[in-house]
């Protein structure tokens, strides 16, 4: 096994479904991917190794219909230029209101949560965009840098005197939710249960149902009372800023909205850096040659990060979409309502977009990666999250210069899911 790539898993062949014949004299048809109508489960192959099922599925099937997250079928599209291009579609819509009865199951969210722009299209989508725009600024992210290298430093201080440690859980974690919460205006003393209830979220405990539940009745507790005392408290933050915003305009956000956007922010905001710290180190670490260029040439960190979003980004797939009419999406037909999954992770790892794509390669040109998404939707948190771990890595590289994994690499595990991807742990010695 190569020291950047994933570890090999079984990989069941997939079968071709049978070509139809062509007519008598009939000119030959353009190779066209068949369409797959039966749904696959793929999921303990995904979980084992996405990027084995994803190299499979842009060669035999690049829209696939399959067993998505919930159950329910899917369609998987895996290939760069039809990803790049669904991405931009206006066909394919985030409501879920446009989803066949019974097609899909997603979060059971209550509306106070559930009016956020993960499920919303334009109109309502850029109105509610604006205003993260007008609040989340340059200026603002800016102002976090100190901040942000503070928090690592002291964190690598803790971690120093033990000489080992689980870096998710000591640094890649807590990093990220101290940031958040300062832009957000959080109380360091209401910042310990946020990843509790994020973990129960994204991986709810099937022994403990009522996890999911009660995670969502405390943080929507929390963001409401969180919002009534920063309107009667404003403070230089961005949570008292967005309700500034939506009191003073016009074109006002409801308060549902305004609730389901702290969420998400919240949400958004700091798990994907906690994934993305801990694939970039790990692919470090199993590529010493590129640890060793990037330690001689620390200023080489920001274009570093590009190519660890694009090598082992924090998202497999983008927000599920429902096709508001029937569509051909490379050269396969999916009917209306249907859920469609945009494999980000897929089109980074095509060949045919970034030659040698399973390669980690820190000179790379990374124009176009879509780990942060493509679009309208593109991640508003994108500038805080490159800040953010481009801090933390040259942080961890400065004070560690023996960093190694402290448990052998088929020994790794990884979070149980389709669409995210990340480290449960991440074992270091320095």
Request: hydrophobic content about 40%.
């Amino acid at each position: 096994m190569a020291p950047s790539t994933p570890g090999p898993s079984p990989t069941p062949h997939i079968p071709d479904a049978p070509a139809a014949p062509a007519a008598p004299h009939a000119p030959a048809a353009p190779e066209t991917p068949a369409p797959r109508t039966e749904p696959a489960d793929l999921t303990g192959e995904l979980l084992a190794d996405p990027y084995d099922v994803y190299a499979r599925l842009r060669e035999t099937a690049p829209v696939r219909r399959v067993t998505g997250p919930d159950g329910l079928p899917a369609w998987i599209v895996t290939r760069y230029d039809d990803v790049r291009q669904a991405l931009t579609d206006p066909r394919l819509s985030l409501d879920k209101r446009h989803a066949l009865p019974g097609n899909y199951r997603g979060f059971s969210l209550p509306p106070a949560l559930d009016a956020n722009l993960l499920n919303m299209d334009p109109p309502d989508h850029t109105r509610i965009r604006r205003f993260v725009v007008q609040a989340f600024t340059a200026r603002r992210t800016e102002k976090l840098r100190e901040p942000v290298r503070r928090t690592a430093e002291e964190l690598l201080d803790a971690m120093a005197p033990a000489g080992r440690a689980d870096l998710v859980a000591s640094y890649a974690a807590p990093l990220p939710i101290a940031v958040i919460c300062e832009l957000l205006g959080v109380p360091s003393e209401d910042r310990r249960d946020f990843r509790e209830w994020t973990d129960a979220l994204i991986t709810p405990d099937p022994a403990r149902p009522e996890g999911m539940k009660n995670a969502v009745r405390a943080m929507l507790g929390f963001f409401t009372g969180l919002i009534g005392r920063k309107r009667a408290q404003p403070a230089d933050d961005l949570l008292s800023a967005l309700i500034a915003a939506r009191d003073e305009s016009d074109d006002r956000l409801s308060e549902d909205e305004l609730v389901s956007l702290a969420f998400l922010i919240l949400f958004a905001g700091y798990e994907n850096v906690i994934q993305l710290i801990g694939t970039a180190t790990l692919a470090l670490l199993r590529d010493p040659a590129q640890l060793a260029a990037l330690r001689a040439e620390p200023a080489t960190m920001p274009a570093a990060v590009e190519e660890f979003l694009r090598y082992d980004g924090p998202a497999l797939t983008a927000l599920r979409r429902f096709p508001v009419e029937d569509m051909t999406i490379g050269g396969v037909t999916v009917p209306a309502g249907e859920t469609v999954l945009l494999s980000l992770a897929s089109a980074n790892r095509d060949p045919k977009r970034f030659p040698d794509a399973d390669r980690l390669d820190l000179d790379r040109d990374t124009a176009g990666h879509l780990a942060l998404g493509h679009g309208i939707h593109y991640c508003l948190g994108a500038p805080l999250a490159r800040l953010e771990t481009e801090i933390a890595l040259t942080a961890l590289l400065e004070r560690f210069p023996r960093l190694a994994l402290d448990v052998p690499d088929d020994a790794l595990r990884w979070r149980p899911s389709t669409r995210a991807r990340g480290l449960r742990e991440l074992p270091v010695r320095f």
